[in-house]
T-cell receptor, first 115, second 115 residues
Framework: AQTVTQSQPEMSVQEAETVTLSCTYD???????LFWYKQPPSRQMILVIR??????QNATENRFSVNFQKAAKSFSLKISDSQLGDTAMYFC????????????FGKGTRLSVIA | GAGVSQSPSNKVTEKGKDVELRCDPI?????LYWYRQRLGQGLEFLIY????????KSGLPSDRFSAERTGESVSTLTIQRTQQEDSAVYLC?????????????FGSGTRLTVV
């Protein structure tokens, strides 16, 4: 069974600074996809970034980038130039390419951006 | 529709009553998923529907929980004889294909409170 671990229950960062959220996962699959989702107080889960395991290049979406280390099974999210609107819960998620199992989520990291 | 729609947004019910939660996925999305999120926790998989295949019910916590989906449209999650531990946000999501490799689109959830 696949598992996703987020070891930081809460983090805080000063506005305009950079913060990195950690995620590790466990799987015997070789081909899979990884995601970071953001959940603000509105409860809406928003897809932040997606990484394909067979691509070595780290995914980037504007101020959001990942550090994907396949051998270490690590998938951290870096948020640059943090903004107050980045305050939210962040969930790391995994899905194998086989398509027979649903997205597996970590327990989340609560990020607070401080003015 | 433009997004995944869930109703009601909030529901308060008395212990022992039955409740029905509704999800309207994005038109054309073949797969639909239900997750439960207890206060301050991660997302717990409940059930998913993949096109015309039999649903995967492996995440349902007890026989009080059931779900149905009509074709590739609306789904209802029913909880019978509600208990206080059923209090949570119930999130529905859909994906364009059965693999979900591009991630899921989530609704805003139904917050269920059992008193």
């Amino acid at each position: 069974a696949q598992t996703v671990t987020q070891s930081q229950p809460e983090m805080s960062v000063q506005e305009a600074e950079t913060v990195t959220l950690s995620c590790t996962y466990d799987t015997s699959e070789n081909n899979y996809y990884l995601f970071w989702y953001k959940q603000p107080p509105s409860r809406q889960m928003i897809l932040v970034i997606r990484q394909e395991a067979y691509k070595q290049q780290n995914a980037t979406e504007n101020r959001f980038s990942v550090n994907f280390q396949k051998a270490a099974k690590s998938f951290s999210l870096k948020i640059s130039d943090s903004q107050l609107g980045d305050t939210a819960m962040y969930f790391c998620a995994f899905i194998p390419n086989s398509g027979n199992t649903p997205l597996v989520f970590g327990k989340g990291t609560r990020l607070s951006v401080i003015a | 529709g433009a997004g995944v729609s869930q109703s009601p947004s909030n529901k308060v019910t008395e212990k022992g009553k039955d409740v029905e939660l509704r999800c309207d996925p994005i038109s054309g999305h073949t797969a639909l998923y239900w997750y439960r999120q207890r206060l301050g926790q991660g997302l717990e998989f409940l059930i998913y529907f993949q096109g015309n295949s039999a649903p995967d019910k492996s995440g349902l916590p007890s026989d009080r929980f059931s779900a149905e989906r009509t074709g590739e449209s609306v789904s209802t999650l029913t909880i019978q004889r509600t208990q206080q531990e059923d209090s949570a946000v119930y999130l529905c999501a859909s994906s364009l294909d059965n693999r979900g490799n591009y991630g899921y689109t989530f609704g805003s959830g139904t917050r269920l409170t059992v008193v």
